[in-house]
C-alpha cells in the first residue's frame, strides 16, 4: 500500500492477556518508530528501528513491551500481561532515514482498550 | 517542568478567522520543529516542517521557530472548516531520532 498500514485498528483485549500490534511500514522507508498517545496526552516516544535493529529503545514502560522488526520492513509491537493502563493508540511511523532531516509518516493506529 | 508544553484548548473561532496555535519548550538543545494536524481517529500527518529560528510559510500556514524565547507558532489564516482537528507541535535534536510532542490543541472552524 501507498501508506504506513496497521493492524489492527482495534483490540480489547482482557488485563492480563498478551497483545501483538503490527506495523507496516512504507516501502523502501529504513526508519521505523512506534509512539503511544494517551486520552488526552500527547504522543509519547517508545522505540526507534533502523533497518532491523533498534538504537533507541528508551521509551518502552516497563519489561512487559517488546519489539521486533524483521527484514527491514514489517514491526511488532508486543505487550505481555497487559494492564489497564495500557489502553491507549499505539501508532506506527516510517520514514526514509529519521526525522531530523525527513518526514516522518505515520499510519492510523492500533486502538488497544485492556478491560 | 515538562519538555514541550502546548495549550490543550478547546479553540473555536468562526470561518475565515486567524488562528494562532503555540508551544513553548524547555530544552535548547531542540533544533528541528514540526506541526502536525490530526483529524479524529486518524494518525497525526505533517503539516510544517522548519529548521532554526525564522519564518516558514506554506500556503494558508505560517510557521515561526524563536530558540532564543523557546517558542513556536503555527498561524492558520483564512481558517476553513476543514482545518477543524487537533494540532500538535513537535521537536527534535540531532542526534537522536526521538521526536517530543506536546498534547495538541484541538481547534474547531465554525461556519
Known amino acids: 500500500g501507498a501508506g504506513v498500514s496497521q493492524s489492527p485498528s482495534n483490540k480489547v483485549t482482557e488485563k492480563g492477556k498478551d497483545v501483538e500490534l503490527r506495523c507496516d511500514p512504507i516501502?523502501?522507508?529504513?526508519?521505523l518508530y512506534w509512539y503511544r498517545q494517551s486520552l488526552g496526552q500527547g504522543l509519547e516516544f517508545l522505540i526507534y528501528?533502523?533497518?532491523?535493529?533498534?538504537?533507541?529503545k528508551s521509551g518502552l514502560p516497563s519489561d512487559r513491551f517488546s519489539a521486533e522488526r524483521t527484514g527491514g520492513s514489517v514491526s511488532t509491537l508486543t505487550i505481555q500481561r497487559t494492564q489497564q493502563e495500557d489502553s491507549a493508540v499505539y501508532l506506527c511511523?516510517?520514514?526514509?532515514?529519521?526525522?531530523?532531516?525527513?518526514?516522518?509518516?505515520f499510519g492510523e493506529g492500533s486502538w488497544l482498550t485492556v478491560v | 517542568q515538562k519538555e514541550v508544553e502546548q495549550d490543550p484548548g478547546p479553540l473555536s473561532v468562526p470561518e475565515g478567522a486567524i488562528v494562532s496555535l503555540n508551544c513553548t519548550y524547555s530544552?535548547?538543545?531542540?533544533?528541528?520543529f514540526m506541526w502536525y494536524r490530526q483529524y479524529s481517529r486518524k494518525g497525526p500527518e505533517l503539516l510544517m516542517y522548519?529548521?532554526?529560528?525564522g519564518n516558514k510559510e506554506d500556503g494558508r500556514f505560517t510557521a515561526q521557530v524563536d530558540k532564543s524565547s523557546k517558542y513556536i507558532s503555527l498561524f492558520i489564516r483564512d481558517s476553513q472548516p476543514s482545518d477543524s482537528a487537533t494540532y500538535l507541535c513537535?521537536?527534535?535534536?540531532?542526534?537522536?531520532?526521538?521526536?517530543?510532542f506536546g498534547k495538541g490543541t484541538k481547534l474547531t472552524v465554525n461556519p
Open positions: 516501502s523502501g522507508h529504513t526508519a
Open positions: 513537535a521537536m527534535g535534536q540531532g542526534g537522536s531520532e526521538k521526536l517530543v
Open positions: 530544552n535548547s538543545a531542540f533544533q528541528y
Open positions: 528501528f533502523q533497518g532491523n535493529s533498534a538504537p533507541d
Open positions: 511511523a516510517s520514514s526514509p532515514q529519521g526525522p531530523s532531516g525527513n518526514t516522518i509518516y
Open positions: 522548519t529548521y532554526s529560528s
